[in-house]
């Protein structure tokens, strides 16, 4: 690889790595998903000559990292919360639980989007799915999450 290629990858990485992160970490847990991220961006330096050329680089990383992870998936998911500027945030004690049993689209796209604060544009550019797809599953997931946690009204 040139040091322009070497360039042009780190510029990349800096760019798809706390997205890839967060998005495996939402779907297949803290440790998985970051073991899978990682797997991801080496698999896109190795291939970065045909990688950088495809339209949505960050996507195909995400699919990789998908198969990947699906191979060593858990049974049990863990809540990796969102990072945090100071303290520690309050959550619902039921929320981890309430997630659980939401499906793994819907608990990517309601923790991308909610948690993580990702638009809907980015959180379907990454997983491959038109942005109307993300605004169902965090609508059915918000659906799911409430009557879990027994929530009559928007705070």
Sequence with gaps: MSDGDSS????????????????????FGADRGREAALEALVYGWEHWERVREMENPIGYL???AQRRARRGQR???????PPVSSGDPWVEPGLPNA????SPAQ????????????????????LGVAPSTVQQHC????????SALGVTADA
């Design 75 to 81: 049974r049990a998911w863990v809540l990796f919360p």
């Design 99 to 102: 997630l659980k049993d939401l």
């Design 139 to 146: 609508d059915r997931g918000l659906r799911k999450l409430r």
């Design 8 to 27: 042009s990858y780190s510029t990349f990485h800096r760019r798809a790595e706390p997205r890839l992160r967060v998005a495996l970490v939402a779907a």
């Design 107 to 126: 608990r990517q796209a309601v923790v991308l989007v909610y948690a993580y604060g990702y638009p809907h544009r980015e959180v379907a550019e990454m």
């Design 62 to 64: 995400y699919r990789v």
